[in-house]
């Protein structure tokens, strides 16, 4: 089992010919994606890039100890990398506000010799005790009372609707009682000058300040050698000024030019020491974190790795321009030759449209001849063209006009708020057109022979909603492959992941 020290939950993108390492650290109510913008150019321009979940955060689990330097201490798992294999040491660092704070404690834990550059973004160094309150009470009503996207909107008119619907998220993933316990634990006074001092001499330091007159947490007067100044930007710097990040954090003449077509992106759970691997694919207007979360905690607890992946239009990921299924298949193809996965994964498992995915990636699995169990969750098999078309229109509509969290919530009473924001965050983030142009792209929509052509090394089993609630498989599609196993979840709509996650987990561990 991954201790507490060894397991992580983060978010990753990278392309085929990233040759260098950066880890992105986020502020306090945030998450690991709050960085897809800054992130998907630093991956477009070479870089793997790695975004830890901070305790209390995102997806990660919640703790005791919040000071800088524990929060700092449970960032040891990335000292050797995400995958920790061929691992060379990161070429740069970027914290934003308490993420800030957290990075200069960790730069201790790496390694020295390898030249670092490490980008600050408006640091909270010095906060005064009236300060400190106001801001106290500020970020516990922020993970208390959470506002609307537009609200955001309308407070940060720099700001994109997927920066607002992931500054929902934070908000939704976090409590009070981690925002109270990170004020309680590292103020009176909160003073962290001092760790300036301790920055190795084999770290390059860039600080990057809000602008005084609108909101700022850094002074210049604190840094004076090392800050500069990024006039019409707030606090949230990596959202309002993405490029100011990316010239402070870019070296031209080492830094790759940009090629955003190549990057993947996606969410990853666990520990690098794990001797399981497992891959998530999700489904249609959905993305990794939203969908796999619960399944993803539970395959942790029992010694796996967990990568999911964000397919194109999808999550943090960027657009494309193929959307046949075979060719979402074909961009998560860096997921089994550019990321260390011990040969192969032992499970791999597809919802929905995900499933159809993991269908046209049976080649490269039975490649791997690695045993491996794929599991298909209600994968939408065989659609006639008035379904077709209903699905098509309800699909782009669920993505063009986003339904609020409250409306959810009261339709769907079992529901959490988690699943909630999740659910928003994925419609948020989905690409309109590439909904559209998947429908578009598989016609007449039948994948159902493909259930012929399994590798002898992969154990297939296909998983259905309950006929009563709109299942999207009918266990009668696989009546004539026998070497396909198949189960009904009865009480389960389409959302079984969602509904029903420790089915997915029993099946997933079973044998």
Known sequence: MPTTRTAFAGSVWSSPHASKHAL???????SSQTWYSVANSLAARGYHVTAPDLLGHGTARRGTGYTISALAEELQPFVAGVYGADFGGYDLIVGHSLGALVTLAFLSSIPPGKPVRVVLLDPPLEIAPETESYLRGLFADQATSV?????????????????AALEVLGNNLCTSD??????????????????????PAYVTLKILAADPSLWSLCKVEHAPAFTQVVLGASHSIERECPEAVLKAALDPALDDPSDISTVFAGSVWGSSNATKRALLIHGLTSSSASSWFRIARGLVDQGYFVTAPDYHGHGIAGRGTDYRISALAESLHPFFTNVPTSQGYDVIIGHSLGGLVALSLLPIIGASNKRTRVILVDPPLEQGPALVAHYRKLFVDYVTDVRPMEALLKESPPWTREDAAWHVLSHELCDPQAVDAIFEKNTPWSFGHMLADVPPNVELTVMA???????????EEASAYPHVQTQVVFGSTHLIPKEFPEVIIDVALRG
């Open 147 to 163: 506002r609307t996207l537009e609200q955001h909107l309308s407070d940060h008119p720099l700001w994109t609707r997927k920066d």
């Open 24 to 30: 992105l650290i986020h502020g306090i109510t945030s």
């Open 465 to 475: 909603a309950d006929p009563s609630l709109g299942a999207s498989f009918r266990v």
């Open 178 to 199: 981690v925002t109270d316990a990170i004020f309680e634990q590292n103020g009176h006074p909160w003073s962290f000058t001092y760790l300036l001092n301790q920055v």
